[in-house]
């Protein structure tokens, strides 16, 4: 059984003041794109977590914890716990989304490792677990997990997971720059809350542009460009300069939009087409300004199952 995941890009991440509770309320439009993971869930003995660089991806796999804390192997506790049976599978995670990029990896292999994991356990003459219960366990796993299910294009109330679908043309073309060395989420939202409180700025309610949605409506990629906003990029370029470098050479090679990914370090940028992509990406890992640049296009379905003939 094998689950196929996208990673995301936010098109929108407004960050709210701080609440009781310590998180933010967040306006996140999420944009699910082409760059996949794929989680592959076995009977076994007992659980047990694989992971390896998808063919062909550069990934730093090395990032990727093995034991329970895995949030895949989190995922399959939940299900088994929810579905009364003991969670004795072996997980086995092909990665080509960055390890702590700012592209949800981690939420998405979650994401895959429940609905494989549903789909092994779940009696399919009389199921438990429909999209909504495992959008329920999601949201228990991870802001990010849900929308790993559903895909598309959503914006994502409340931490993240209150989700509702945006209708988008596409496909848009992007190109991901990744960097050495990941960036710790809660690091960037503290940094955020940092630059914030030194400056005396006080958050404001952080709703999504209107011409953000009419963009992703029309298929526009200059007016989504144009559009495209991050409040956590401050905090991540404040931990991470040399991002600014990276953005910066996108932009003068005409990227539409471009913008550190979440909490980053990953950059996106926006192409006009995909020969233009092409071109972004050629020329951004020649100049040295990235990692690694991979592309990708948007948007694509959540979490699926491939089919025997497929895998
Ligand atoms: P987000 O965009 O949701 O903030 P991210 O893309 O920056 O997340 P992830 O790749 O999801 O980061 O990983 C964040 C941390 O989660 C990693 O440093 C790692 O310790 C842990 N982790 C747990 N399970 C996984 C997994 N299956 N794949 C990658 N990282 C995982």
Redesign the pocket.
Same mark, same amino acid.
């Given at each position: 059984m094998t689950v196929r995941v996208p990673a995301?890009v936010n098109l929108w991440l407004g960050v709210g003041p701080v609440r009781d509770d310590g998180y933010h309320d967040l306006v996140n439009v999420f944009h699910a794109v082409s760059l996949f !993971?794929e989680v592959t869930a076995a009977p076994a003995d007992a659980l047990a977590v694989t /992971?390896a660089a998808a063919p062909g991806a550069r990934v730093a796999i090395e @990032? =990727?914890?093995l034991g329970g !804390?895995? $949030? +895949?192997a989190r995922a399959a506790r939940l299900v088994a716990a929810r579905l009364g049976v003991e969670p004795r599978v072996a997980l086995a &995670?092909r990665?080509a &989304?960055? =390890?702590? @990029?700012?592209? /949800?990896?981690? %939420? +998405? #292999? +979650?994401a895959a490792a429940l609905v494989a994991c549903a789909r092994l356990w779940d009696d399919p003459a009389d199921p438990k677990l429909d999209l909504d219960a495992l959008l329920a366990l999601g949201a228990e796993l991870?802001s #990010?997990v849900p929308f790993a299910l559903l895909g598309g294009t959503a914006v994502g109330l409340g931490r993240g997971e209150r989700l509702t679908p945006v209708p988008a043309a596409g496909p848009f073309h992007w190109v991901f720059a990744t960097a050495d060395g990941? $960036?710790?989420?809660p690091a960037v939202y503290a940094e955020c809350d940092r630059l914030r409180s030194a400056e005396g700025v006080r958050a404001a309610w952080p709703h999504e542009p209107p011409e953000l949605a009419a963009a992703l409506a029309a298929g526009d990629a200059a007016a989504l460009g144009a559009a495209l906003g991050n409040d956590l990029q401050p905090a991540a370029l404040m931990l991470r300069p040399s991002l600014r470098r990276t953005l910066d050479a996108g932009a003068a090679l005409g990227a539409l939009g471009a913008l550190v %990914?979440?909490?980053g370090p990953t950059c996106a940028f926006l192409a006009a087409d995909a020969e233009h992509a092409a071109d972004l990406a050629r020329v951004l890992a020649a100049e040295g300004v990235a990692r690694d640049t991979v592309r990708a296009h948007g948007p694509v379905p959540g979490a699926t199952v491939l089919d025997a003939a497929a895998e």
């Open positions: 995301k !993971d /992971a @990032g =990727v914890p !804390d895995n $949030l +895949a &995670i990665k &989304i960055p =390890v702590a @990029g700012g592209m /949800a990896g981690g %939420s +998405a #292999d +979650a991870g #990010d990941g $960036l710790s989420t %990914s979440g909490s």
